[in-house]
C-alpha cells in the first residue's frame, strides 16, 4: 500500500507522461484521418488511391515496426523530429521540445498509426450518410468540397462517434509500447521503474500492477462514459 | 596370531566393499575434509547444485545443448572440481538477480556464481567468497567523438546517454547528468542503445564495462570504449550466510587455482578476447 505514498510522484509523471502523449497523438490522428478519409471518397481515381495507400501501409503494419522506423530509422535520414517543436506547446508538454528526440518520434508512429483507424472509422460514417443527402447537395450545385464540409461530414461525424471513441481507447492502451522506444515517463515506465529496479526498495509487484492499470482506468473508463452521453445526445439529431 | 590375520583380512574385505557401495564414482576427496562442513557433505555426496545466471552472455548463457556456459560457469567448475565433482554431477539452476538470496537461504542451491555484486545489503542475508572478478560501469562513445571523457562530461546538460531501464547502471548516470528528461534516455534493451549511438540520437552508452566490450569488439570502426571505470562491482560468490568454512575454502580454491593457472584457462574460455585479465587476485576475507 505504502508504495502508492511513497511513490507517488513516479506514479505522477507516468500518468501525465501518457496523457500528453495521448492527447498529441488524438489531436494528429483525428486530423491526419479525416483528411485521409477526405482523400479516399474524393472523386479523382488518383487522389483516392493515395488514401488507400496510407490506410494499407498503416493499418497493416505492427505499431512495434512502425515505432521501430521512427526511433531509429529517422535519424538516419536525417530528422530530429524538430517541427513538433511547436513553441508555447513546449512549455506545455516538455518532452516535446527536449534535445533528445524519443518522445517525439514514439508520438509520430502512434499518430499516423491511429489515422489509418480513424480514417476508416470515418469512412464507414460517410457511409451511412444517405445517398441522397450528397446527391441533393450537388443538385444544388455545391462543390465536392462544400458538399462534405456542409452535408457529409457533420452527418458521418454522427455515425462514426461509436467507432472512433474505440479507436482513441485502442490508441491510449497502445501508448504503452512508447516505453520500449525510449519513452519512460508513461504508465507502464511506472511498472518499470519500480518493479526492476535493481537496487533499493523493492515494493509489491502486484500493488504497482494494480496502480498502473487504475491509472489506464482513469483515462479510458470516463472517455468511455463521455463517448456514450454524446451518443445519447446526438440519438435525438439523427435521423435514420 | 591367526586370529589377528584374519581380522585384518575381514577388515580390508569390508573396507573395499563401503568403498564399492559408494560407488565407483565416489572419490577419495571426502576424505580430505573435516567431517560437518560443506565440503564433506558434497564430497560425499559427489554432486552439488550451483546457481548461475543462464542469460548473461560472456558469464552465464544456456546455449542449444542446454548448458550454460561463460566465465562464471568456468569458475564454478574449478570450486566443483575441487571437491572431486565432475561437470556431469553438477546440477545448474537459474538464478535470476531478484531470486539469488532466496535461492541461498532455501537450500534451493549450495552457492551462486552469477554475476554477483557482493554489497552490504546482500551480506545481511547470505556470505560472500571471492571476488573472483571486478567490474565497473564504464562509458562507450563513438569513434570520432573526443568530447566525453567521463561520467563528468554529461554535467554540462548537453551531452545524451543511453542505458537500460530498472538497471544499477541506469541509477547510477542519473546523478551525474543535469537534466534527465532531456539526457537520458532508457530502452529495455541494449542492442536499441547502440543503434541510437551509431546512427547519433544519443552520445553515449552507459553500463558495466564487460557488455560494452562485448560491443566494441563488434563495432571496432564505430564506437570507443572510454576505459576508465567510475564503480566497483566486484562479483563475489554467494554461499550461506556464516558458513564461514565454506567460504574459506572457496577462497583458497579461487588464490590456489589462480596462481596454478585454472583460473587463467577459465578465463582464456570465455573472455579472454573482450577483457585483460588482472595481473592479481584478490579475495576478501571476513
Redesign the interface.
Known amino acids: 500500500m505504502e508504495v502508492y505514498f511513497d511513490q507517488f510522484g513516479v506514479f505522477w509523471e507516468g500518468f501525465l507522461g501518457t496523457v500528453q502523449m495521448c492527447v498529441l497523438a488524438a489531436v494528429g490522428a483525428l486530423a491526419i484521418g479525416t483528411l485521409v478519409a477526405v482523400l479516399r471518397v474524393a472523386p479523382l481515381p488518383p487522389v483516392r488511391g493515395v488514401g488507400t495507400a496510407y490506410v494499407t501501409v498503416f493499418r497493416n503494419i505492427p505499431l512495434t515496426v512502425v515505432m521501430f522506423v521512427c ?2 530509422v529517422l ?2 535520414l536525417g530528422s ?1 523530429a524538430d517541427f513538433l517543436k511547436i513553441p508555447g506547446l513546449t512549455t506545455l508538454i ?2 516535446l521540445g ?5 518522445f517525439r518520434f514514439a508520438t509520430i508512429a502512434l499518430t499516423v498509426y491511429t489515422a489509418a483507424f480513424v480514417c476508416e472509422a470515418l469512412r464507414s460514417g460517410i457511409n451511412a450518410v444517405p445517398v441522397g443527402q450528397a446527391e441533393a447537395a450537388r443538385s444544388l450545385g455545391m462543390t465536392f468540397g462544400q458538399n462534405l464540409r456542409h452535408i457529409v461530414l457533420p452527418q458521418a461525424w454522427k455515425f462514426a462517434i461509436v467507432p472512433l471513441g474505440s479507436v482513441i481507447i485502442a490508441m491510449i492502451k497502445n501508448s504503452a509500447l512508447a ?4 519513452v ?2 508513461s504508465m507502464t ?1 511506472v511498472f ?2 519500480l ?6 526498495a ?1 515494493y509489491d509487484s502486484m500493488a504497482v500492477l494494480v496502480g498502473v492499470v487504475v491509472g489506464y482506468l482513469v483515462l479510458t473508463i470516463p472517455l468511455g462514459l463521455v463517448l456514450d452521453a454524446v451518443e445519447r445526445s446526438q440519438k435525438k439529431t439523427v435521423r435514420r | 596370531m591367526r586370529l589377528s590375520r584374519i581380522a585384518a583380512v575381514a577388515l580390508t574385505a569390508a573396507l573395499a566393499f563401503t568403498a564399492a557401495a559408494c560407488g565407483g564414482d565416489d572419490n577419495d576427496a571426502a576424505g580430505k575434509f573435516a567431517a560437518g562442513t560443506t565440503m564433506e557433505r558434497l564430497a560425499k555426496a559427489g554432486k552439488m547444485k550451483i546457481g548461475t545466471k543462464f542469460d548473461q552472455p560472456l558469464f552465464g548463457l544456456k546455449g542449444l545443448d542446454g548448458k550454460p556456459a561463460g566465465f562464471d560457469v568456468e569458475v564454478a567448475k574449478i570450486i566443483a572440481h575441487e571437491l572431486g565433482i565432475k561437470d556431469d554431477n553438477i546440477e545448474w539452476v537459474e538464478s535470476p ?2 531470486d539469488r538470496e532466496a535461492l541461498i537461504m532455501d537450500s534451493k542451491v549450495d552457492m551462486v556464481v552469477a554475476t554477483y555484486t557482493i554489497n552490504d ?1 546482500r551480506k545481511e542475508k547470505v556470505s560472500f567468497a571471492g571476488p573472483y572478478f571486478v567490474a565497473g560501469q564504464d562509458i562507450l562513445v563513438r569513434k570520432d567523438d573526443m568530447s566525453i571523457s567521463g561520467p563528468e562530461s554529461f554535467g554540462d546538460g ?1 551531452k ?1 546517454v543511453c542505458s537500460v ?4 547502471p541506469a ?1 547510477n548516470i542519473e546523478t551525474y547528468v543535469k537534466d534527465k ?8 534493451v541494449y542492442s ?1 542503445c547502440l ?2 549511438l551509431k ?4 552520445d553515449a552508452i552507459t553500463t558495466d564495462n564487460v557488455i560494452l566490450s562485448g560491443y566494441q569488439s563488434q563495432n571496432p570502426n564505430d564506437v570507443r570504449l572510454i576505459g576508465q571505470a567510475f564503480t566497483r562491482e566486484p562479483y563475489g560468490i554467494g554461499v550461506k550466510k556464516d558458513d564461514k568454512v565454506f567460504r574459506d575454502f572457496i577462497n583458497d580454491t579461487l588464490e590456489k587455482a589462480f596462481s596454478d593457472g585454472r583460473y587463467k584457462a577459465a578465463w582464456d574460455a570465455s573472455i579472454k578476447d573482450l577483457i585483460k585479465m588482472p595481473s592479481s587476485l584478490s579475495v576478501v576475507r571476513y
Open positions: 526511433a531509429f535519424p538516419l530530429n516538455r518532452p527536449t534535445e533528445l528526440p524519443f516505453l520500449s522506444f525510449g519512460l515517463a515506465g518499470d521503474r518493479i526492476s529496479q535493481a537496487e533499493g523493492s | 538477480s531478484k545489503t548537453t545524451k531501464t530498472g538497471s544499477t541509477k528528461t532531456a539526457q537520458l534516455v532508457l530502452f529495455d536499441k543503434d541510437a546512427n547519433k540520437t544519443v
